[in-house]
T-cell receptor, first 117, second 113 residues
Framework: SQKIEQNSEALNIQEGKTATLTCNYT??????LQWYRQDPGRGPVFLLL?????KEKRKERLKVTFDTTLKQSLFHITASQPADSATYLC????????????????FGAGTRLAVHP | NAGVTQTPKFRVLKTGQSMTLLCAQD?????MYWYRQDPGMGLRLIHY???????AKGEVPDGYNVSRLKKQNFLLGLESAAPSQTSVYFC????????????FGQGTRLTVV
């Protein structure tokens, strides 16, 4: 079965450093991969989307890479700030248009990031 | 714009009771989803819809039913609530499935006692 793995342990880093979060998946070849941020008691908020033919995507201090050979995506936050503390979720597009099926979005369990002053 | 609105925000049910959670979106999105989120489990897809009048099963559909009679509304029903359905439920919508960003509601915290 398809599986999405994110580090279950919280990532603690010092303010100003680069945070790197990992998303690994198995038994699937998604055409699209997305990253979301979730704060306690709130719904997830979209951050970035990357397509399978894109190696890297940037938005301000955020960078996402997508390696379809390794079946892995890395999510980087440069010059991290305490306000970046949250849980970050990766999501895959499952059963995409090439298979003739419906698109649906499947999430990993998320990694909690804590940025300390 | 309201975006995605879920009703109610909190609910306590007794085992065996039924209820319906309502999700409404005002962005004219085709896709709508219902997820549940439990500690350590992340978001798990219950059911989803790719357009008015269509629904499909997700990863954990048992014990739930859905309906999409109007494009802007997606209803999640629990026919006979069980304690295992205690969770936070999120609704989301998107223009085109995994190809575009999803917008989430604020969540419904359901407790079944």
């Amino acid at each position: 079965s398809q599986k999405i793995e994110q580090n279950s342990e919280a990532l603690n880093i010092q303010e100003g450093k680069t945070a790197t979060l990992t998303c690994n998946y198995t038994n699937y070849s998604p055409a699209y991969l997305q990253w979301y941020r979730q704060d306690p008691g709130r719904g997830p908020v979209f951050l970035l989307l990357i397509r399978e033919n894109e190696k890297e995507k940037r938005k301000e201090r955020l960078k996402v890479t997508f390696d379809t050979t390794l079946k892995q995506s890395l999510f980087h936050i440069t010059a991290s700030q305490p306000a970046d503390s949250a849980t970050y979720l990766c999501a895959l597009d499952l059963l995409g248009p090439r298979s003739g099926g419906y698109n649906k979005l499947i999430f990993g369990a998320g990694t909690r990031l804590a940025v300390h002053p | 714009n309201a975006g995605v609105t879920q009703t109610p925000k909190f609910r306590v049910l007794k085992t065996g009771q039924s209820m319906t959670l309502l999700c409404a979106q005002d962005m004219n999105h085709e896709y709508m989803y219902w997820y549940r989120q439990d500690p350590g489990m992340g978001l798990r897809l219950i059911h989803y819809s790719v357009g008015e009048g269509t629904t499909a099963k997700g990863e954990v559909p048992d014990g739930y039913n859905v309906s999409r009679l109007k494009k802007q509304n997606f209803l999640l029903g629990l026919e006979s609530a069980a304690p295992s359905q205690t969770s936070v439920y999120f609704c989301a919508s998107s223009y085109s499935g995994g190809l575009t960003e999803a917008f989430f509601g604020q969540g419904t915290r359901l407790t079944v006692v």
